[in-house]
Structures are given as structure tokens and as C-alpha cells.
């Protein structure tokens, strides 16, 4: 098996290429490098730099490198960003699948894995969350995510080939330092740009029916995660009848916001008191992932916590920041 994974020198891509080739999978990476970092990868991967909306270059790509099995991570990932601009997210995040399963069709390949995300749920008004939830985004991002998943079943179905949608919940840490996620969009990095500002964390709303009051979330560290993506492939390339398989990936386990803050000023040193502002719209009391179909179908389930989380999230903010 050869494995192509679009989105490889991202944050999550990085891990699960690594993840990939450590357990013994040939892997190669396409990247456009607009927020990815080619040094996050191991020099033994090859990687080609090109967009997933380059129907001509994927062609090449999947024959040359007979490729047998595609990752797709490649995507623009800013929720504020999409609401901004919801015709390019449609138009990378939509148009780019479709153009890559255009060409996995045409190339033969019969196994991909979409990286998708809870988004998908939006605020369902439940506070576990299994596959049967039903699905209602509440933003561009997590529209083109719904839309991606259709179009992959659509693409498998008529194509003959074996699918994997991966439901993301919230993802935190790193496998090493040089991996970390750069970008402050999540609440662990958001909270270390404020102790770095010399500022106290912010939380939004401790007034939610939750035991402490604040929002719960069901947070995953990356490197379980790229453990589920490598259980995922070797399912596809199990062969046998895999047909489409849409799958939670969190830890089954909420954690508050509040508990959050005060690991982070246990690992950090920096204890200061948060601060209370009003909650922000849109955001519901509870999210967290009922995760039995992935031990039941994929034999996966995450191993590590919510303070390895962030002590190696921030052994990476650390390496970035000084
Ligand atoms: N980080 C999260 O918390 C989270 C949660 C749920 C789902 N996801 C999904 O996981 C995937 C990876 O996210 P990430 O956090 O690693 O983001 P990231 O921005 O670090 O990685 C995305 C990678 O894709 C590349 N890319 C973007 N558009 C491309 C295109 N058209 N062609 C080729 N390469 C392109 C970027 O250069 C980058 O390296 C995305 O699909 C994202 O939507 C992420």
C-alpha cells in the first residue's frame, strides 16, 4: 500500500503521517504550504507541493507514486474566516474533494479517510454525541464538512470505494515540540497567548447548567488521533467489506473549561484567576463525543489525558514563542 496524504505538513497531517510511516506504511504527502511547515515531516516522506484543486497534478501524483489509498486532511480549518468568506471555503473544502475524487476514481483507488470534524453537529441540543445525532452546522466550515462527507459516501458508493469519515471532537497537544499547532485558534494556545501577553485567561460564560458552570468539551490528543487515522487505514486495507464508515473521534470525556484554565496554570506556573465575560453566541453548554463505534469498528480508543494535552502543547508554544 501507498498512502497519499493531502494536508501532511499541517498540524494533525504531520502526526498522522508520522504515526503512518512508524508503523511501517509507505506514505507521501501533498501540501499547497499555505499553513503547512515541510520540516514538521520525516525526511524519509516525499513531499509534493500542489493544491487538492489541481485535478492535472493529483493524476500525476496517484500514478506515479501508485498510489493505493488516500488521507485527506487538506483543508482551510478557521471557523470566523469561513463566515467571512463562505464561497472560498466551499470552493477549497468542497470543490478541492471533489476534484481529488475525481481523480481517485478515475486512478482506481478504492480506500480514502476524510478528515472530518464535530462540527458537523453544530449545537445539538444533546450533551452526548453518537453518529445517529443529527447534523445541523452552524457555520460555513462545518458545512463544507457535512457536504464533504456526502460527497465522499457519494464518490464510494459509485466508484466502489471503501470510505472512513473521522467526526473530530476538540484537539489538543503534540507528539513532539517541533509538531505543535501554531496557530491561536483553540482554547489551549488561546490561553497561552494570553499568560504570554501577561494577561488572565478569559473564560466566556460561567453561568451554563455544567457543575462548574462553564462550557464542557471533549478534548483528544493529537497523537491519539493519528493512532485513529492509522487504525482507520489498516481497516480499509484490511479489504473486506468496509462500504462507509463515519466514526467519532473524542474520549467519550468532558472536561469544563474552568478545569482546563487550571491545568494550564498548573503546567504553565501561571495561576492567575481567570476572567468571567459574557457568553459568546453560539456555543453550547455540553459537547461531548459518544465514542464506542471506534472501539467497535476501528479497535481504537484514546489512551491519553487532558494534562499530557497541554504539557506538550506547551513544551511547543514554548519552542514558538521564545
Ligand atoms: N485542528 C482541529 O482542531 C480540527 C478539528 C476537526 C477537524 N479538523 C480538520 O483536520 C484537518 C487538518 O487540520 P489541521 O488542524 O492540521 O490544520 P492545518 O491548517 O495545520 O493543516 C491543513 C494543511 O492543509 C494544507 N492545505 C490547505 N488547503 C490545501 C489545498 N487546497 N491543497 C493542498 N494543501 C492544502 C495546509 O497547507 C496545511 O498544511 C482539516 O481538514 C481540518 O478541517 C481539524
Redesign the pocket.
Known sequence: MTWLI??G?????AHVARAMTGAGERVLV???????VPARLPADVPLVR????DGGLLKRVLAEHAVTGVVH?????QVAESVAQPTRYYQ?NVG?LATLLEAVAEAGIERFLF?????VYGNPDVELITEETPCAPVNPYGET?LAGEWLVRAAGQAHGISTVCLR?F??AGAAAPELA?T?VF?IVPMVFDRLTRDEAPRIFGDDYPTPDGTCVRDYIHVSDLAEAHLAAARRLSEGGQVGDLTVNIGRGEGVSVREMVTVIGEVTGDRRPAVVEPRRPGDAPVSVAVAARAAETLGWSARRGVRDMIESAWRGWLLHHQ
Open positions: 493531502t494536508g505538513a499541517g498540524y494533525i497531517g501533498l501540501d499547497d504550504l499555505s499553513a503547512g500542489g493544491s487538492s484543486l486532511l487538506a483543508a482551510r480549518k477549497e478541492g478528515s472530518s470534524s464535530a462540527a464538512k473530530y476538540n484537539v499547532d496557530g483553540n
